[in-house]
């Protein structure tokens, strides 16, 4: 019975990556259209981007907060708290900044583009579309999957300032730490490399949270209970996958 679990486990998951490697092609086979689909690309592009600019808000500002306090309790008595500067911003800049924003958008983009195109799916409007020959992965994760690559680097760019922010102030006005001596010693540290690398994660995440996403989507059965365990589903699979391309990544563009 075990080895019947895992036989039907194993082929479940290989056919999963089957379905999924002919999503992946479909949507760049559609990227040619992107011109003439922009107007359902800025849509989404709101909706996913701007749309989130408060959350990333709030969760960038408090990480840069924590994140001051954790490194001067860590460095207190070791060598001076001056040394924010140079080490918290790096930190939240090339590791914290991509990782938890995009892990934040995972539960709010990945499992709410799930969720859409689940019910969708239940209710048979994506065979209602098939049935008119219009290509639901052009139509539909198309324009998800190149707004939410696009706006990734955006608002993970803004989250790190953001934090950034939050760790400035907390030294400032907490720590007894200069303004100017945490700018210089932020300035000094700062390679181009450490922005890049963001961006770069930043694209990568992007890009698989909004195609798991649609391919969770696009499989979703059982009516409202299953558009319920697909978004749990997306959630998950797409934090995962951001904390393995994350270590990943890690070797190709810092290590």
């Not at 999963?16 to 040619?32: E, G, H, M, R």
């Not at 707004?147 to 953001?162: D, E, G, K, N, R």
């Given at each position: 019975?075990?080895?019947?679990l895992?036989?039907?486990?194993?082929?479940?998951?290989?056919?999963?990556?089957?379905?999924?490697?002919i999503?992946?092609?479909?949507?760049?086979?559609?990227?040619?259209?992107?011109?003439?689909?922009?107007?359902?690309?800025?849509?989404?592009?709101?909706?996913?981007?701007?749309?989130?600019?408060?959350?990333?808000?709030?969760?960038?500002?408090?990480?840069?907060?924590?994140?001051?306090?954790?490194?001067?309790?860590?460095?207190?008595?070791?060598?001076?708290?001056?040394?924010?500067?140079?080490?918290?911003?790096?930190?939240?800049?090339?590791e914290?900044?991509?990782?938890?924003?995009?892990?934040?958008?995972?539960?709010?983009?990945?499992?709410?583009?799930?969720?859409?195109?689940?019910?969708?799916?239940?209710?048979?409007?994506?065979?209602?579309?098939?049935?008119?020959?219009?290509?639901?992965?052009?139509?539909?994760?198309?324009?998800?999957v190149?707004?939410?690559?696009?706006?990734m680097?955006?608002?993970?760019?803004?989250?790190?300032?953001?934090?950034?922010?939050?760790?400035?102030?907390?030294?400032?006005?907490?720590?007894?730490?200069?303004?100017?001596?945490?700018?210089?010693?932020?300035?000094?540290?700062?390679?181009?490399?450490?922005?890049?690398?963001?961006?770069?994660?930043?694209?990568?995440?992007?890009?698989?949270?909004?195609?798991?996403g649609?391919?969770?989507?696009?499989?979703?059965?059982?009516?409202?209970?299953?558009v319920?365990?697909?978004?749990?589903?997306?959630?998950?699979?797409?934090?995962?996958?951001?904390?393995?391309?994350?270590?990943?990544?890690?070797?190709f563009?810092?290590?």
């Amino acid at each position: 019975m075990i080895l019947n679990l895992i036989e039907k486990k194993t082929y479940t998951f290989f056919e999963d990556v089957q379905n999924y490697a002919i999503l992946f092609f479909n949507v760049i086979k559609s990227l040619p259209r992107v011109f003439k689909d922009r107007n359902l690309i800025i849509e989404q592009m709101v909706h996913i981007g701007v749309n989130s600019f408060v959350l990333v808000s709030i969760i960038g500002l408090f990480t840069g907060a924590v994140s001051a306090w954790q490194v001067a309790y860590q460095i207190r008595g070791i060598m001076p708290l001056s040394y924010l500067g140079s080490a918290t911003p790096k930190a939240i800049i090339i590791e914290l900044g991509p990782v938890l924003a995009a892990i934040v958008l995972a539960g709010r983009v990945g499992a709410s583009i799930s969720a859409e195109l689940g019910t969708m799916k239940v209710t048979e409007q994506i065979d209602a579309l098939e049935s008119m020959a219009i290509n639901p992965a052009r139509y539909l994760a198309m324009p998800r999957v190149v707004a939410t690559t696009l706006m990734m680097p955006v608002l993970v760019i803004y989250a790190s300032a953001i934090a950034i922010l939050g760790c400035y102030l907390v030294a400032v006005l907490f720590l007894d730490v200069s303004g100017e001596v945490f700018m210089n010693g932020f300035r000094k540290s700062l390679e181009y490399k450490d922005i890049y690398s963001g961006a770069i994660k930043a694209l990568f995440f992007g890009f698989s949270i909004s195609t798991i996403g649609c391919f969770v989507g696009f499989h979703t059965e059982g009516g409202a209970q299953g558009v319920g365990l697909s978004t749990i589903k997306s959630f998950v699979i797409c934090a995962a996958t951001i904390l393995i391309l994350d270590a990943l990544l890690w070797n190709f563009l810092i290590g």
